[in-house]
């Protein structure tokens, strides 16, 4: 995952960071990032309320990527090439 790479990176360690993820019922968005040391944890939570952002967000990605060219590796666009070209096609052949 990208956020593993960065965080790695980031530490200058070659450590391995622990990635949990899982869906509790009608949670619609809850994300929370634990950094752990030994001396203190910091967090990060994000609490959404509706899923109208994450429509939201998929409009303006799919508006985006109007017109641009399409990618054939993971590394330009993170690993989700295959689904942007998917939103591309719905879009263009809607």
Known sequence: MAIQRVIREASGKDEEIEIISFREGEVIGMHEVVLESANDNVYLCHDAT?????????????????????????????????????????????
């Open 50 to 94: 509706s899923r109208r952002g994450f429509a939201e967000g998929a409009v303006r990605a799919a508006q985006w990527l109007v017109g641009k060219r399409a990618s054939t590796t993971s590394k330009t666009c993170g690993g989700s090439c295959r689904y942007a070209l998917q939103i591309k096609s719905a879009l263009a052949f809607g």
